[in-house]
């Protein structure tokens, strides 16, 4: 029972990295593992910097969420436009790099400096860097906009590294500080660059130019199209990356193009010397418009770079299909031959021959003179088996360890934390009591008892509390109304999942994870009377809330009420459960897609750009949502601008994703032994007696006007720590005139800052409905 569960749990998780590494194939949207800046496996020395302001401000403080030091890595002086100042990680091994994750210099609130934007550069050996440009061309990305916040930036394509430089952009002469997270995965596959012929412009007759490629080579070291894990559709046309052209997905060559030789020759250079078992090609094949995957390949060996090329080669005959147009991916047996670089030629069976992604099937070789014994194999693949099913066993034995001791220990401990949780919360909030301060030892009354005797009751059998698994807030309704809903209640109809075609993960929870996904025939499939907007015979983008294998049956009892609740919705300001995947494992339940973003980023994005009749309407859209909502007697526990989503005519809808994303963590506070809460929009009763109605909803609104009229520029209370908010709450529960108050934004009207004021009313008879709220501001916008 003494032993680390999570370092367990992360051998593990390496464990199957590595084999999945080995079979050469990464999926860029599940190789996001930090790679050791926050928990320290990047050690100090490996961090450098071009320059530091202080001892105290050096490359080694530059670490996401911690705050030693000063607090962050901020280079010498004032950070000027044409300065290339950076921070430099070596990661020890080449690195399959996915994501970066930035933030500025908080230092428990005595810090306000951050970099806006940065660049990217990496190098495999430390002397040749390259810059990273997007699949655009750009190559600077969007950093923070204040000092705590992080900001998460994929990286579209990711990159093969070993060393990283983020170097701070600025427009104006400005002091920076950053703290970095760098994620990804090991690279196993040995591949470090490819040449080929250029991609070639296609024309076809009827249909859109197809620009086939290699949009990521550099144009002179680098190509980067077929190792970046992105596998093209079946039909070559359509792309898995937003706002490119057609044909992205794919680099491709016409047969007429290359002269009379009928292949395409590509070569490959590997960090080392290596022995191949196959290779894999993942080819199109729509032969209807003249693509086929090659008819055949020869490959040749040439075991050093300075030496010639090995006379013999390995060739494979591939059987074509006339029957099956999808794309496939084609398996080359190499025969174990050794080297460090291949030269094949695809030789083409019709007009086009497409690629999208190549991997190599190999292990470093240990002895250029005895290559491996193929009898070898069964034996080694029946270790790797045996020793993978000993550590699962040895996990579960552990698991099961820790859980009967958990078990046993938590009554003894059950009542002792009890005990000291009434004690500081009797020194916490002292005049509670009835004036005066309580001495710790002689306890006049619980706190529970303190607290009711002066504040309105609502009895905690009155809701009940249901957490998304998603890691969202989900809505808390009347018990009776939970209990009596079965099957015939939901009206979400099941969908085929395998025409769900995933596109990117938007936020994950403990037992749950949201995808944006395509929905192949959505609106057929809806039929007449469908909620989906008119998309001018384009794909539909669904958001897909998705329970994991590895969720609890508390967890999945907690899903399938989830979607009982959300069949029920029906208003145009709340999203919208469209269809479910209940019939087999993994549960998924599909909701609207809005293409604009939440609120939150929607507003803080923009300069003045909206007027006071726009905040007005998009007030006036979310008072209507959580009308809807309050009529159902549904509680929906963590309204803000982040929950508040919007299509692309920016029609807001009520939604739970927020708590889901790592982008709003700092939103939610951490209870020991409890869920996180959005404690910054609660009202003092929900915080102190957790209590949750729409009275507390009615508050969290008045919070979430505030963001809107502030255009989301800074969070509520952003003076106070998650503390200080916590004690202010206490002046709340007192009323003795103490209590903190969010200031009147510039841009809000003096008679809607008091109906504000109204929302965070201390007694809850005080405070307005939502019929009432909306009805106060419907007059004020222009229909």
């Known amino acids: 029972c003494c032993c680390d569960r999570r370092t367990i749990m992360h051998l593990f998780l390496l464990l199957i990295l590595q084999a999945t590494a080995a079979l050469g194939q990464i999926d860029p949207a599940h190789c996001r593992y930090a790679l050791g800046m926050e928990d320290r496996r990047i050690k100090d020395d490996d961090i450098t910097a071009s320059s530091q302001w202080y001892e105290t401000t050096g490359p080694q403080y530059a670490r996401l969420n911690r705050e030693e030091g000063d607090g962050a890595w901020c280079p010498e002086g004032q950070l000027e436009p044409s300065d290339s100042q950076y921070l430099q990680v070596d990661l020890g091994r080449l690195t399959f790099l996915t994501v970066v994750g930035t933030q500025g210099r908080y230092a428990r609130n005595s810090g306000n400096e951050f970099a806006r934007a940065y660049r990217l550069n990496y190098s495999r050996d430390g002397l040749l860097w390259k810059s990273w440009k997007n699949r655009l061309g750009n190559a600077v990305m969007e950093g923070n906009k204040n000092a705590y916040t992080s900001v998460i930036n994929d990286l579209h394509p990711p990159i093969i590294t070993r060393y990283v430089r983020l170097i701070p952009v600025t427009k104006l002469s400005t002091t920076v500080c950053m703290r970095v997270e760098l994620y990804g995965c090991p690279w196993e596959d040995g591949l470090i660059s490819y040449s080929a012929p250029e991609g070639q ?63 395409v020759e590509m070569e490959f250079v ?46 494979f005959k591939t059987v074509l299909d006339d029957r099956n147009p999808s794309a496939r991916y084609v398996t080359v047996p190499l025969n174990r031959r050794t080297a460090k670089s291949i030269r094949c030629r695809f030789y083409f069976a019709d007009v086009w021959m497409m690629f999208s992604e190549i991997s190599f099937q190999s292990a470093v070789n240990a002895s250029t003179s005895d290559p491996p014994d193929d009898g070898n194999t069964p034996i080694l693949i029946g270790c790797l088996v045996t020793i993978i099913l000993l550590l699962v066993i040895i996990i579960f034995l552990i698991l099961w360890c820790q859980y009967v001791c958990k078990v046993l220990e938590k009554k003894s ?126 794909s539909v983008l669904v958001a897909v809330k998705q329970l994991r294998a590895d969720a609890t049956s508390q967890a999945r ?145 008045g919070v979430t006007l505030w963001e809107i009229f ?34 009147a934004p510039p841009l809000c009207p003096p008679s809607l800052f008091e109906l504000m004021m109204r929302c965070w009313s201390r007694d809850i008879p005080d405070r307005p409905t939502f019929e009432g709220l909306y009805q106060a501001l419907r007059p004020h916008v222009n229909q």
């Open 201 to 263: 412009l296609m024309m076809p007759p009827g249909y859109p130019i197809a620009s086939l490629n290699d949009s990521t080579y550099d144009g002179v070291h680098e190509r980067r199209r077929l190792t970046d894990g992105v596998i093209g559709q079946d039909d070559f046309l359509v792309t898995r990356q937003y706002h490119v052209w057609p044909g992205y997905d794919y680099l491709g060559w016409r047969n007429d193009s290359l002269g009379t030789q009928g292949y």
């Open 413 to 538: 401990q059950r009542k002792e934390t009890q005990e000291k949780q009434n004690k500081h919360l009797i020194l916490l909030f002292p005049t509670a009591c009835g004036g005066g301060y309580a001495e710790p030892d002689v306890t006049q009354c619980t706190p529970h008892q303190c607290f009711h005797s002066n504040a309105p009751h609502y009895a905690e059998t009155d809701i009940v509390r249901l957490q998304g698994v998603t890691g969202s807030n989900m809505y808390a309704v009347p018990a009776l109304t939970v209990d009596s809903l079965t099957r015939k209640d939901i009206s979400a109809a099941e969908f085929p999942r395998q025409q769900l075609i995933f596109r990117e993960k938007l936020g994950e929870g403990q037992f749950g994870e949201v995808h944006l996904c395509e929905a192949e025939g959505l609106p057929e499939f809806l039929g007449e009377g469908s909620p989906l907007p008119d998309r001018d015979g384009r």
């Open 710 to 743: 502030t255009l989301c520029k800074e969070q509520p209370y952003s003076l106070l720590s998650d503390e200080q908010v916590i004690e202010n709450t206490g002046e709340f529960f007192r009323n003795q005139g103490r209590q903190i108050f969010l200031y």
């Open 270 to 315: 590997f960090d080392r010397q290596r022995n191949f078992t196959s290779l894999k090609v993942h080819s199109n094949n729509m032969f209807s418009r003249g693509v086929k995957i090659f008819s055949s390949v020869s490959c040749w060996f040439k075991p050093r770079l300075i030496a010639g090329w090995e006379a013999e080669s390995v060739a």
């Open 557 to 701: 009892n907690d899903f399938l009420k989830e979607i009982k609740i959300m069949s029920r919705l029906n208003d145009p300001n709340i999203i919208r459960l469209l269809c479910v995947c209940v019939s087999s494992d993994p549960l998924c339940m599909v909701t609207e897609y809005m293409e604009n973003g939440d609120l939150n980023m929607f507003l803080s994005q923009r300069e003045i750009e909206s007027t006071l009749s726009d905040l007005l309407h998009m007030s006036v859209q979310i008072s209507s949502g959580m009308k809807y909502l309050a009529s159902l007697n549904f509680v929906h526990r963590d309204l803000a601008t982040r929950n508040c989503l919007l299509d692309r005519r920016l029609t807001i809808k009520i939604a739970d994703f927020g708590m889901s994303r790592n982008l709003y963590s700092s939103d939610y506070y951490r209870i020991q032994g409890r869920a996180v809460l959005p404690i910054r929009w609660m009202a003092w009763e929900s915080i102190l007696l957790g209590k949750f109605t729409t009275a507390s909803d009615v508050w969290a609104f």
